[in-house]
């Protein structure tokens, strides 16, 4: 039978929809990108060699010798730094203004499922560098950083990349979990990721991989089948703050989550993205309590169906996949 469930951030809620003669294996879908990619490719803008195609380069690591991850504008950015001023007459427009910049890693071939687990970390110490230098513009007040892969998942160029978005205000989606998360805080004085954390590695039924600093998780009210949450067990409101410790660490169990979905699911088109406390709060949107109960984490979305007119009228999402099945497929 098919169940409404409610996000207990966001409240949210989805339906999964449980087809009994479905598996986990009916899910697979075309390889997200060819496996006989070479490890350069002289056409590509972004392997070595035609540095020159993409732009000022904003930093590279390491700093010195052969680059292994490169940092560069968006040639074809959403948003800039553009002169104008904000419109509100009927309808409200303001200027695209903020960064989007790429983080790009060098092999040609190599998703995060075949990086090595110190090149991962490299890229999430861009990720960081970038996050704490945007962070420092006035106009930003909200830095998401995503990958998309394959092209179902709107990647337009082959090669491993990450983009970063510095935006001038709080998307929709972010206030929904600073009021979540603040709510909760209110009612019962903790962390309700915190909380999330302690339930699920108790019941154990959705838990695809517990380690000393992450638990690993497919969420209860996922919207797709296979979403993921990677949640730090150590409470922290930005993903910036954590120690270098925890950043190997995560690039372990990223190694790990990501070549699992390679393996068993032969090479998903997905999109992951990291949620943090805003990079600045106006004094209308800020409580003292933001550090406590706010709880940066990651979330990848396998991208193996496609949402039609009730998800996009209503925003309840239909998963046909239990996150309890997808769970015991992917430990």
């Known amino acids: 039978m098919s169940e409404f469930r409610q996000d207990i951030v966001s409240k949210n809620w989805i339906l999964i929809a449980d087809h009994r003669d479905s598996r986990p294996n009916d899910f697979k879908e075309m390889p997200a990108t060819p496996i006989d990619l070479p490890e350069i490719s002289k056409e590509c803008a972004f392997c070595a060699g035609n540095e020159t195609q993409t732009g000022p380069e904003i930093a590279r690591y390491p700093a010195k010798g052969e680059w292994l991850v490169r940092v560069v504008p968006n040639k074809y950015e959403a948003v800039g730094h553009v002169?104008?001023?904000?419109?509100?007459?009927?309808?409200?427009?303001?200027?695209?203004?903020?960064?989007?910049?790429?983080?790009?890693?060098?092999?040609?071939?190599?998703?995060?499922?075949?990086?090595?687990?110190?090149?991962?970390?490299?890229?999430?110490?861009?990720?960081?560098?970038?996050?704490?230098?945007?962070?420092?513009?006035?106009?930003?007040?909200?830095?998401?950083?995503?990958?998309?892969?394959?092209?179902?998942?709107?990647?337009?160029?082959?090669?491993?990349?990450?983009?970063?978005?510095?935006?001038?205000?709080l998307p929709h989606r972010i206030i929904a979990e600073l009021l979540g998360t603040r709510e909760y805080y209110a009612v019962n004085n903790t962390c309700v990721y915190c909380q999330i954390v302690m339930f699920e590695m108790k019941s154990q039924g959705r838990v695809i991989l517990d380690t000393q600093d992450f638990l690993v998780i497919s969420p209860y009210a996922s919207k797709m089948p296979f979403e993921v949450h990677i949640?730090?067990?150590?409470?922290?409101?930005?993903?910036?703050?954590?120690?270098?410790?925890?950043?190997?660490?995560?690039?372990?169990?990223?190694?790990?989550?990501?070549?699992?979905?390679?393996?068993?699911?032969?090479?998903?088109?997905?999109?992951y993205y990291i949620h943090s406390?805003?990079?600045?709060?106006?004094?209308?949107?800020?409580?003292?309590?933001?550090?406590?109960?706010?709880?940066?984490?990651?979330?990848?979305?396998?991208?193996?169906?496609?949402?039609?007119?009730?998800?996009?009228?209503?925003?309840?999402?239909?998963?046909?996949?239990?996150?309890?099945?997808?769970?015991e497929f992917l430990r």
């Not at 993903?239 to 998903?268: G, H, Q, W």
């Not at 406390?277 to 984490?297: E, G, I, N, V």
Request: aromatic share 10%; net charge positive; glycine share 4%.
């Open 83 to 169: 002169i104008g001023k904000r419109s509100e007459d009927f309808y409200i427009s303001r200027p695209g203004i903020g960064d989007h910049e790429v983080v790009i890693t060098r092999n040609h071939n190599q998703p995060v499922a075949k990086q090595d687990v110190e090149l991962i970390d490299l890229n999430l110490q861009a990720y960081i560098d970038r996050f704490n230098d945007l962070s420092l513009h006035d106009e930003v007040q909200y830095i998401h950083t995503i990958q998309n892969h394959g092209l179902q998942a709107g990647a337009s160029i082959v090669h491993p990349h990450s983009q970063i978005f510095a935006i001038p205000f």
């Open 231 to 271: 949640l730090p067990k150590k409470h922290r409101a930005s993903f910036n703050k954590i120690t270098i410790s925890e950043r190997k660490a995560l690039a372990a169990v990223m190694k790990d989550i990501f070549s699992r979905f390679y393996d068993r699911m032969k090479n998903p088109a997905y999109n």
């Open 277 to 327: 406390l805003p990079a600045r709060l106006s004094s209308s949107r800020r409580t003292f309590t933001d550090q406590d109960c706010y709880h940066w984490h990651i979330v990848v979305l396998p991208r193996i169906n496609v949402w039609a007119g009730f998800e996009l009228g209503t925003e309840v999402y239909v998963n046909p996949m239990p996150p309890e099945k997808a769970a």
